[in-house]
């Protein structure tokens, strides 16, 4: 009997269950099929959120903008005559969403549907994308806290797939000709479209402040994911916000260096394809060294000279170091001597020589002379070493040219193919550049990107290089193709990356893992539910991202379902999904920031055509016959009378150039006599200031 | 002059009627955004009344239109038949009123430097701004400055300059200083033709395209010019300043050309009837590689 009386209450309690159900779920149906128009609308919304991968917030934003669609339509409807049919203004206003839905039902049983649709739109859509909206975010919450789905393995799919279609939303919508801009109006430098957003905003298209590149920044990448694209992008978008920030006042003029330290044909390829991008982005001239163009070493002053020669030389230790001192003394004799600097290596070769030295030191004093007394038998030494540099560097620290000749450097360092050459260069290429920027009068914007700095960074430590650009205002951007390239050990690893004030971006590597450290965790909610029709194992699918990742552990449960009991509770996981950055595809790219990841499918720049035809390229690879323009070459710098001049040509000294013609007398034919300070010849100098000249000077601080 | 002109005929007829003076003079004027009287009957080697006769012979055509644009004599300027005749593709339209004055410096100088000896023997040619622009066309950049002229010197020519290529600046305003240096390295760095794949635009290390340039300027803005030119360094050896002669300015030529003369100076003097230069382009009609 008891057993009887407990069956039917089992019976009873499952036939109210089910009963509530079906009312409910009649409900439900109900108000689905009352509100036909804006639940269609909200099931359209949301299943294109899913087909397209967007985030909840899209729907919300096209709702926002459909607001002043049913403004105008309510104002419409308030207007009519006062006391006129269908009450007051505001209760026509209040009334009109029921009219509508009442005209809707009326139109459609009458069959024009379409006039239907368009009555009740200003209503429905709003509404509907907003309730689209609301319902996508609860699926989307559902399964990253692991209470959705109906099976444990559905939020892994559900991951799985969400990435695949926000990839391809993200793909074709910077595949549109000019949908992505490479700057915005603000300064922002486009990168590409937006794949995800963890902790960041997430807007269609990715778009970094230009001070996040005034600022350090670090890439990583392997070979063939796209970095080369991701950093010409970078730099280009820099180039364009600094000239246009220069144009308009408010910036100073753009310098970015290039180190490229890999060298070979791959590296001059990049160049070139660079010097195409940058010239679209404004860029007047991008110089590739040593290939197209020499940077100076001797315009240098002559302290900063004397260590840079010092340092290009490398010194034993131990006993060695009593070479090193006489070395730096008879350095600083041959570059600090009366009559200037030298003014080129073959300059500077011809001044270690012993008489040479006595001749320009004849009328020092004492303690100079018995310097060079002492050390004249190791002159000989000095010179045979730097000779050797110089025959190993080449000429591109020969004169004449200087950061300020071109908005862009590309410098190409045979750092795999000549490793100690390389660091002598690197060494002398970062002195210049803070040289360069230290002078007086040279305030410009500068960006200093060093690829695989590693390689030559035993002279100069990439830190140090680091902690120099923040002393001297200069953003520095490290690229390396793994980790452990980014620096010679691990404590400068995480030091560089860890001051990348500017972000880390990520592009496909194996060893993700100090990055995802360097990123941090956030907190989400981990749901456990108990599964029916199998082994009593209790599953514990953690968030979508990582749950993906184990398929093949999840697989055994797969045929279970969901029960009904479970518990939740706030657990932490990395903001950066190590798995997905394994996994990136060509052109993608994490971009970690604040504590926050965007996941980027970076737009590729199309540059100009290609620089020189194969022919015009072969021409120019031959040496080019002396060109009279060309004379401009400065005659400062070398050895004043008496003393004795360069003897051994140094390799790569340019050839003497065909002097300037004068055409003075042409054009005082054409004109009359010269304007201003009359020269001595064209060609052969720098002006010379005539009494005519200082005139105009005064008269221009006269002038207000 | 020898003038073949017919007594009527459709204004598509073509250029018959038309000597090789008007020739060459549509062809400067082309070039130049468009000329006044006086500078016309320079380039034509005659008077102003001349140079209006010739102007009703090119209206007759329909290639040419004219008018009091501002002080001074007349202006005239090629309508599109006029253009096309020519052979280029330039847009119809009259010269900017904003412009009267530089373009008005601009054909000065190139008369004084076509009248000289050297010019003519060395058949040096002339490309204007408006070529340069219309060749560089959407590819010139935003930042791209484009010079008032360039003078070309054939190689072979009998002067020491044979082979090189002159910009050519009429400087009547002063700007800045330091928008002027710029300008200025920017014309004596440059590498590349107007026009040239952007990357070959400014490439250091390959030989200037400019090996000099010369500013004419106004007495207003030679002292910028001058610090600019100090500003330069090393470069300022390529660099040549000159006034620009008298019958540039635009206000003082008011009454030129109504009583019927010649303006005086170089700008009248010494133009060849061939003159080589007018033309515009170069004698074997091919123009410097990029």
């Known amino acids: 009997m008891l057993i009887r009386q407990y069956l039917a209450l089992l019976l009873l309690r499952a036939a109210a269950r089910a009963m509530w159900r079906l009312v409910k779920g009649a409900a439900v149906v109900a108000v689905i099929v009352a ?43 308030g207007l009519g005559t006062p006391g006129g049919p269908g009450g007051p203004a505001w209760y026509r206003v209040a009334g009109a969403p029921y009219q509508a839905w009442l005209d809707m039902w009326r139109l459609g049983a009458s069959g024009h549907v379409a006039a239907a649709a368009v009555g009740i739109a200003p209503v429905a859509i709003p509404a509907g994308l907003l309730i689209g909206g609301l319902t996508w975010a609860v699926r989307i919450y559902q399964m990253e806290t692991g209470a959705g789905g109906l099976s444990p393995t559905s939020a892994i799919s559900f991951d799985r797939r969400q990435w695949q279609r926000q990839v391809r939303s993200a793909r074709a ?13 603000n300064g922002s430098v486009v990168v590409g479209g937006t794949i995800r957003a963890v902790r960041h905003r997430a807007t269609p298209i990715t778009a970094l402040p230009y001070d ?202 045979e750092g795999t193919a000549e490793t100690s050459v390389a660091e002598a260069q690197a060494r002398a290429l970062v002195d210049m550049l803070a ?28 830190w140090a290089l680091y902690e120099r650009a923040r002393s001297l205002g200069l953003a520095v951007q490290v690229s390396a193709q793994s980790w452990p390239g980014l620096a010679a050990d691990e404590d400068e690893r995480y030091r560089i990356a860890a001051t990348a004030e500017g972000g880390i971006w990520l592009l496909r590597t194996p060893y993700p893992d100090p990055v995802v450290g360097l990123a941090g965790t956030r907190r989400y909610v981990d749901s456990t539910r108990r599964l029916m029709g199998s082994p009593p194992v209790t599953a514990s699918p953690t968030a979508a991202g990582q749950m993906w990742a184990v398929p093949f552990m999840a697989a055994p449960f797969s045929a279970a379902r969901w029960s009904g009991e479970g518990s939740s509770q706030v657990r932490l996981m990395p903001v950066l999904d190590p798995d997905i950055v394994r996994g990136l595809g ?73 002097p300037m013609a004068d055409v003075s007398a042409f054009l005082d034919e054409a004109f009359g006599p010269a304007a201003g300070p009359r020269r001595s010849g064209s060609g052969t100098g720098r002006p010379q200031s005539g009494p005519a000249d200082r005139e105009t000077r005064t008269l221009d601080r006269e002038r207000p | 002059m020898t003038v073949r002109e017919r007594p009527s005929g459709p204004a598509s007829a073509g250029p018959r009627g038309l000597g090789d003076r008007d020739i060459g003079a549509m062809l400067f004027t082309a070039e130049m955004y468009g000329l006044q009287l006086d500078l016309l009957a320079a380039v034509l080697g005659g008077t102003v009344p001349r140079a209006r006769a010739a102007v009703a012979r090119w209206r007759r055509f329909g290639y040419a239109d004219a008018g009091r644009l501002g002080p001074g004599p007349s202006w005239v300027w090629l309508t599109r038949a006029g253009l096309a005749a020519c052979g280029v593709r330039y847009a119809p339209i009259p010269p900017a009123l904003s412009r009267l004055a530089h373009i008005r410096a601009v054909s000065t100088v190139r008369l004084a430097l076509a009248a000289t000896a050297g010019y003519q023997q060395a058949g040096a040619f002339w490309r204007g701004e408006r070529r340069l622009r219309a060749r560089a066309g959407t590819r010139a950049g935003l930042r791209e400055h484009l010079p008032d002229g360039e003078v070309h010197w054939p190689d072979g020519a009998p002067v020491p300059w044979a082979g090189e290529c002159w910009a050519i600046e009429a400087e009547l305003t002063r700007k800045t200083v330091t928008r002027t240096t710029a300008i200025m390295r920017e014309l004596l ?78 700008v009248g003097e010494g133009l060849s009837p061939q003159g080589p230069a007018l033309d515009g382009s170069p004698p074997d009609g091919r123009e410097r590689a990029c």
């Open chain 1, 35 to 77: 509100a036909a128009p804006v639940s269609a609308v909200a099931a359209g919304a949301a299943l294109t959120a899913w087909a397209c991968g967007w985030p909840p917030r899209r729907l919300y934003g096209a709702a926002l903008w459909c607001l002043p669609m049913p403004a105008v339509w309510l104002a419409a409807s």
């Open chain 1, 173 to 185: 919508r910077i595949a549109a000709p000019g949908s992505v801009p490479l700057t915005y109006r």
């Open chain 1, 212 to 413: 996040r590149l005034r600022s350090h920044q670090v890439v990583i990448g392997t070979t063939g994911t796209g970095k080369t694209t991701l950093l010409l992008r970078l730099w280009a978008g820099f180039m364009a916000t600094a000239l246009s920030r220069q144009a308009a006042g408010t910036g100073r003029r753009p310098l970015l260096v290039v180190l490229d330290c890999k060298g070979g044909a791959d590296s001059r390829r990049i160049a070139d394809r660079a010097r195409r991008v940058l010239r679209d982005a404004g860029a007047r001239a991008t110089a590739i060294w040593p290939d197209d163009a020499n940077l100076s070493l001797w315009d240098l002053p002559p302290g900063r000279l004397t260590t840079t020669l010092l340092d290009l030389i490398e010194h034993g230790r131990g006993a060695a170091a009593y070479y090193a001192d006489v070395m730096e003394a008879i350095v600083a004799l041959a570059v600090q001597a009366p009559p200037g600097p030298p003014a080129s290596s073959a300059d500077f070769l011809a001044r270690l020589d012993a008489d040479w030295l006595a001749a320009a030191y004849a009328a020092g004093d004492a303690e100079t002379l018995a310097a060079l007394r002492s050390g004249a038998h190791l002159i000989p030494d000095v010179a045979l070493r730097f000779r050797s540099l110089w025959r190993r560097l080449g000429t591109g620290f020969e004169p004449a040219g200087s950061f300020a000749d071109a908005d862009a450097w590309y410098c190409i360092l």
């Open chain 1, 435 to 462: 040289g360069y920027i230290s002078g007086p009068g040279r305030d410009a914007d500068v960006l200093l990107a060093v690829d695989e700095f590693s390689a030559v960074s035993r002279r100069v430590p990439i």
């Open chain 1, 586 to 658: 060509v052109g993608q790219a994490a971009y970690v920031h604040q504590g926050g990841v965007t996941y980027v499918q970076v737009k590729r720049l199309v540059a100009a055509p290609a620089a020189l035809p194969r022919a015009a390229a072969r021409q120019a690879a031959a040496p080019a016959p002396p060109h009279p323009a060309a004379a401009s070459a400065p005659a400062t710098g070398g050895p004043a009378p008496g003393i004795p001049g360069p003897g051994v040509p140094a390799p790569g000294v340019p050839a003497p150039r065909r």
């Open chain 2, 189 to 266: 760095g440059r590498t590349g033709d107007y026009g040239c794949p952007a990357a070959d635009a400014a490439v250091p290390g390959r030989p200037p395209r400019h090996a000099r340039a010369l500013y004419v300027c106004s007495a207003a803005a030679r002292p910028t010019v001058l610090r600019a030119r100090e500003a330069l360094g090393p470069l300022a050896a390529r660099l040549e300043v000159r006034d620009l002669p008298p019958q540039a300015s635009l206000s003082a030529r008011t009454d030129a050309g109504r009583d019927g003369t010649p303006p005086d100076g170089p």
